[in-house]
């Protein structure tokens, strides 16, 4: 059987489930594919390092280009993540005309139009399955699967640090700094893990799908993001009773006008009667709304070792098929189509929101915001006041109707000034769905 000679680069969680992956299914991808994978080189940084992997000697070096640049290797897994050495090792395999496989959602996000023009420019071709959503196939579904359909909205709980984090404060009231430490163990996270908890790594992926979706490279720049360092258990239970979960959801949504978009990131209340409300821990979900095909939904792990070395053999597969049949660039690794789209700034985008606020027990109080609500326009479906909470400072919780992003933040901002407000409101908008 002809063999497609592979090159990895980076040894760490997910270099090492790709490697442990193809000693386990090897003969199996192999026999599928009628084309075998065979390991030739992997690159680690420290060759001293104690590994609970335990890779063949001579296969190592600590010097990447060894890998890359060894006559003998067909194909480039880049697996070691950053912006920086990461961008040299695919250039320089694919500027030797070898095709890449990469997890690297940071580096796609900062440099996917350089790496996709040149992918084109030498004839090769790059791969990124395992950058968005872990283990589920949402790069192949948007690329091959939905091809004939328009995407007016998709949603995507697309960081498994994040929502592992909120799971496990929402249903065992579990302190946020303990539990980041957990998704750290479990290779959930990134290094720093503020690229998770700030919303940085979700608003990667968000743009990629945004961009595929929509047929034109999103900046990250132009996407909003908020993370979950405010959540705090409050805002986790008085979602609760009122029926919702919060999520962090990267959104892409169409708005008037084909070509402008709304691409964000930020913790949402989702109804409890939504199946996003129900992805828990390291799971992700990726909700997609075609314009032939409707709803459909993507689930599985978002996160961790198996997960993602399963995208990236998938990725291996494609890549191993196309050096067996001359065909590298049969799906490009991205196509711009119909129009140059813009994202539109957050301010134009329409939401309802949760606000939470501390403020003194006094009469009055109330009347005050809601009139500076009131004169932006803004309705209130509900207000909340616990009951318990008597004493200087009591919690006010108000679920606002649909304003744009501008009115409603210039509102709150004015409420924050408010001397019987205590802290900084928490502002969190909710999804419908529509
Ligand atoms: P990791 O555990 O930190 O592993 C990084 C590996 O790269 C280590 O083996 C490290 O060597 C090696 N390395 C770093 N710099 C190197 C250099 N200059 N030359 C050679 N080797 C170098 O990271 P990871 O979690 O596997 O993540 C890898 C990529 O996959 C990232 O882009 C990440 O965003 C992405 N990803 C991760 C997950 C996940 O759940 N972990 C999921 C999806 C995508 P040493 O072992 O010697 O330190
Ligand atoms: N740190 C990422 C996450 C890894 O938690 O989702 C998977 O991309």
């Known amino acids: 059987m002809q063999h497609v000679n592979l090159g990895i680069v980076g040894g760490g969680t997910v270099g090492s489930g790709v490697y ?96 996709f023009a040149a992918a084109e420019k030498y004839g090769t071709n790059l791969y990124y399955e395992a950058s968005v959503a872990g283990g589920i196939p949402i790069i192949k579904a948007l690329r091959e699967g939905f091809v004939g359909n328009r995407i007016p909205a998709l949603y995507g709980i697309v960081n498994g640090t994040c929502n592992y984090i909120l799971t496990r404060m929402k249903l065992e009231g579990a302190n946020f700094a303990d539990v980041l430490a957990d998704a750290q163990k ?43 360092r405010h959540i705090s258990a409050l805002d986790i239970k008085y979602a609760g009773e009122l029926g919702y979960t919060i999520k962090l959801l990267g959104t892409v949504k169409q708005l008037a006008g084909r070509c402008r978009v709304q691409v964000s990131v930020y913790p949402t209340l989702v ?15 990726v909700f997609v709304r075609g314009d032939v095909v409707g709803d459909a939904l993507f689930y599985g792990r978002g996160a961790g070792k198996d997960p993602t070395a399963s995208a990236v053999l998938s990725d291996l597969a494609d890549a191993a098929l196309d050096l ?55 309705g209130i479906s509900s207000v909340i006041q616990p009951e318990g909470h008597e004493g200087n400072v009591v919690p006010l919780i108000f679920m606002l109707h649909d304003a744009t992003n501008g009115v409603a933040m210039k509102a709150l901002a004015q409420i924050a000034k408010l001397p019987a407000i205590k802290g900084r409101p928490v502002m969190i908008r909710v999804e419908t769905f529509e």
């Open 20 to 115: 442990e992956a193809l000693q386990r299914n090897g003969t199996l991808m192999a026999s599928r594919l009628g084309v075998g994978l065979k390991l030739v080189r992997i690159a680690v940084r420290d060759l001293k390092k104690a590994r609970a992997t335990k890779f063949p000697r001579e296969l190592l070096t600590a010097d990447w280009r060894e890998v890359v640049c060894d006559p003998d290797v067909h194909l480039v897994a880049e697996l070691i993540g950053g912006t920086t050495t990461a961008r040299e090792v695919v250039l320089t395999a694919l500027k030797l005309g070898k095709p890449v496989v990469t997890a690297n959602k940071a580096l796609l996000s900062a440099h996917g139009e350089e790496l």
């Open 186 to 228: 479990l290779g959930y996270a990134e290094t720093p893990p503020d690229l998770d908890i700030d919303g940085h790594d979700a608003a990667h992926k968000t743009g990629i799908l945004a961009s595929l979706a929509h047929g034109f490279w999103v900046n990250p720049k132009d996407i909003h993001v908020e993370g979950i």
């Open 271 to 285: 109804p409890n009667s939504h199946v996003l409300a129900s992805v828990n821990h390291s799971f992700n979900a």
């Open 324 to 378: 067996k049949t001359g065909t590298k660039n049969r799906i490009p690794p991205f196509s711009p189509h119909e129009c140059a789209g813009t994202v539109a700034p957050i301010e134009e985008v329409v939401s309802r929101y949760f606000v939470r606020m501390d403020v003194a027990d006094k009469p009055g109080v109330l009347a005050m915001v809601a009139t500076i609500f009131g004169a932006a326009n803004i």
